[in-house]
């Protein structure tokens, strides 16, 4: 993407001469836009390498015991867990999108510390290097999940420090770009730029800044306490020495409930921007959009107790849990009525991310509603340990969280490469991927409904179906996604020069030329008038 | 672009929420173990040293009132006065890094440390209470150590005349880490020493 011809009167970010020639005037660049195009290659990558073992999983469900053993299963659905959580959703948006978009929304020429975002970058890279150091390395892939459970964390024989202390690596960096996007916000604002004319995407990366400071520090003590558990013999989570296995779920939820609003919030975000362009309309209830974001974030980190509600808590516990659990539910109610209630009577014109955003309501409805159910106490009784949590979970992450960056890749794609994508094609791949994604994901709700466990390699025969439908599933979601990412590569080198505003936009980042100028803007706005965000045009 | 002062200072200080919460990690542990074991803790806790702990507590309080007293004197433009304060600050950090050596290496003979096989006999209350005080002091040294680094660098700086009257804001800011790793001393020290 780099070697694109600018128009004569400005030069774009990719062309800017800076101190570094080649690939250093990339891994040594401080500017946000260059870290946000790396961060973008490095988790699709990532997400490319998760989503193979995620194949390979389904493919070894359609014949227990013939393509992997069970312990290389446990490794693969391990391995899937930690890539795509650790490498790709969490770090996710704010990386990728918020890096390229936060300082030209709000009207900056980068954010509050160029270098400390860089050096993110750098820890992130090392982070993921660790873990796969940690799945390359003499000994045995981790074997836990994702969550690294202890005890079992403390007493595998697999390589579980080096990838432990691989997340430990990546939360500093998550944490970095949190503090440094908050500041952003807080000082670097365009002048007139008052906070209820922010942009609704800056809004929900606020919010997330402020959960990846304040909940990822207990993720990194209690990995911490893994390590130092499997090193020193110090037993906190070892009954055999005093210590509670049930603390460590306690301490790692505390991180790891606020981290799926890290994931989520950014992506309503995404949508909250799609959705008033597409339907051209002002956004329904932006003041009531902004502050749901707020109310996300905090009550989002008072529910962790639902992930443990079959672990052994007292009932009191559980019935408090469970209450906050469909409290934190309103807000995100609130978010999806105002986009239905923006698109009523709107001049909807159906394109590719309005299309994914509008799966996202869909999608996100089914996960969240699913959510309802197993965060009642009853019906948790019987749901959470099967297939119906793994179904739920992708609906909330990928339906979500993933569709909403199918959303963003295509949205801000003609301003980040300066090229438009091939419309026909991406709107066939939109429509592969979503029937591959509802045949592999509902057919798995259905299967936790009639009892299949998670995290089994095997199963008795009733359940053949189910699973079977699930895997071709997983191919048909493959086709879409190699047809949607074979479409974006192609027309980065290939496609139409992109327009400065393609989908008349009203948000700064339309306003500037495609590809951006390396210093943004060539003077700063001054944001006049009604709010920002609800203006109309023209 | 001037140097953002208000935005470095926000920058810092949500640092140190974070810092917090992930001693808050550590804290949390201690109150529910000490809540499930509180007389195995109390028994524990006759193993320290409270004399040496206390003069623990004094170096590490009289070296924060040393570098306020670096920040004061670089806000009144006397860099030198303030790189000597800066250094006496470090002197002060290392002594207390021996101190706490000499702690650990006394306990250490006395084959009190995780998983050892003298601390395994004792009630499990015990066992936790040492493994929270390798992990809280240890990782409490950790920061103090690194502090050291930060304030030995900040020394560089102002001979450098990096840091001056007009910008003093790394110097403020390395205060602020340095008040911070006092502050969570504080409240180790009743909690490990005092609850005899």
């Known amino acids: 993407m780099t070697g694109k011809k600018g128009s004569a009167r400005y030069t774009s970010f990719y062309q800017e001469p800076g101190r570094y020639k080649g690939i250093l005037s990339w891994l040594m660049s401080t500017d946000h836009k260059r870290i946000g195009i790396m961060y973008t290659l490095a988790l699709l990558s990532f997400f490319a390498a998760g989503a193979c073992a995620g194949l390979l999983m389904r493919l070894s469900l359609i014949a227990p015991g013939k393509i992997l053993s069970a312990q290389t299963y446990n490794e693969v659905f391990t391995v899937h867990g930690i890539i795509m959580i650790f490498l790709f959703v969490i770090p996710g948006i704010p990386v990728a999108f918020g890096n390229f978009f936060l300082p030209i929304l709000i009207g900056a020429r980068d954010v509050a510390f160029p270098r400390l975002n860089r050096l993110s970058w750098w820890l992130y890279l090392t982070g993921a290097a660790i873990i796969f150091l940690s799945l390359s390395l003499h000994g045995r892939p981790p074997d836990t999940g994702w969550t690294f459970y202890a005890p079992l964390s403390v007493e595998s024989q697999a390589n579980i420090s080096v990838a432990v202390f691989g997340v430990f690596v990546l939360g500093f960096s998550s944490i970095l770009t949190g503090l440094n996007f908050v500041t952003t916000v807080h000082r670097l604002r365009a002048p007139g730029m008052g906070w209820f004319r922010l942009p609704l995407f ?26 130092l558990g499997r090193f020193l013999g110090v037993g906190f989570f070892d009954p055999a020495k005093g210590g509670d296995p049930i603390l460590y779920e306690h301490l790692f939820w505390i991180y790891s409930h606020p981290a799926v609003y890290i994931m989520l919030l950014p992506a309503m975000g995404i949508i909250s921007e799609i959705i008033p362009v597409f339907s051209k309309e002002r956004i329904f209830g932006y003041t009531a959009i902004a502050l749901s974001a707020i109310a996300i ?21 559980r019935v408090i849990f469970s209450l906050i659990t469909f409290i934190v539910a309103v807000p995100s109610g609130v978010k999806v009525f105002n986009w239905v209630a923006t698109l009523y009577k709107g001049s909807i014109v159906i394109v590719t991310p309005l299309l994914y955003a509008l799966s996202f309501i869909l999608l996100f409805s089914i996960g969240g509603l699913t959510g309802l159910i197993i965060g009642a106490l009853a019906p948790n009784l019987k749901l959470h340990g099967t297939y119906f949590i793994v179904a739920h979970f992708h609906y909330v992450m990928f339906g979500g969280a993933g569709f909403a960056i199918l959303a963003g890749l295509h949205y801000w794609f003609p301003k980040t490469t300066g090229r438009m994508y091939d419309e026909v094609k991406a709107k ?21 409904y009639q009892g299949m466990p998670r995290r089994y390699f095997d199963y008795p025969p009733q359940y053949f179906t189910g ?10 979601l493959a086709a879409g996604l190699i047809i949607i990412f074979g479409n974006l590569v192609r027309s980065a080198f290939k496609g139409k ?23 943004n803007f060539e003077k700063l706005p001054v944001i006049r008038g009604d709010r920002y965000e609800v203006k109309r045009k023209g | ?18 810092e917090l919460l992930f001693f808050g990690g550590m804290f949390l542990l201690y109150s529910v173990f000490r809540y499930r074991f509180p007389l195995d803790f109390h028994a524990a806790a006759a193993h320290e040293n409270v004399w040496l702990g206390s003069v623990n507590t004094f170096i590490l309080l009289t070296s924060s009132f040393a570098i306020a007293l670096a920040i004061s004197a670089m806000r009144k433009g006397r860099s030198r006065l303030s790189a000597s304060l800066q250094l006496a600050t470090i002197g002060m950090g290392i002594a207390f890094l021996c101190i706490k050596s000499v702690e650990w290496a006394t306990k250490i003979q006395l084959g009190l440390y995780p998983n050892s096989p003298v601390l395994l006999q004792k009630g499990p209350g015990e066992v ?24 030995a660098f900040m020394v560089v700086l102002t001979r450098r005349k990096k840091i001056t009257r007009q910008n003093p804001i790394k110097l403020e800011n390395t205060g602020l880490y340095w008040h911070f790793v006092d502050i969570v001393w504080i409240y180790l020290f009743p909690l490990f020493y005092l609850i005899t």
């Open chain 2, 1 to 18: 672009m001037g140097v953002d002062y208000e935005g470095k200072k926000i920058g810092m200080w949500m640092f140190l929420f974070t």
């Open chain 2, 128 to 151: 936790l209470f040492f493994g929270l005080y390798y992990v809280m002091t240890g990782i409490h040294g950790l920061h103090v150590l690194i502090g050291i680094c930060v304030i």
């Open chain 1, 467 to 476: 699973h079977l439908v699930s895997t071709i599933g997983s191919w048909i």
């Open chain 1, 297 to 317: 974030a905090s009550v989002g980190s008072l529910v962790w107790g639902h992930h443990m509600l079959t672990s052994g808590m007292s009932d009191t516990a």
């Open chain 1, 497 to 519: 020069k992109a327009p400065a505003n393609p989908w008349q936009g009203r948000t700064l980042e339309w306003q500037i030329p495609s590809p951006p100028p390396a210093e």
């Open chain 1, 202 to 227: 800056v809004w929900t990366l606020y919010a997330t800044g402020w959960v990846q400071m304040l909940a990822t520090p207990v993720l990194a003590i209690t990995l911490v306490f893994i390590i």
């Open chain 1, 428 to 448: 066939i791949g939109w429509l592969v991927l979503f029937i591959g994604f509802n045949a592999l994901y509902f057919s798995m709700f259905i299967l936790g």
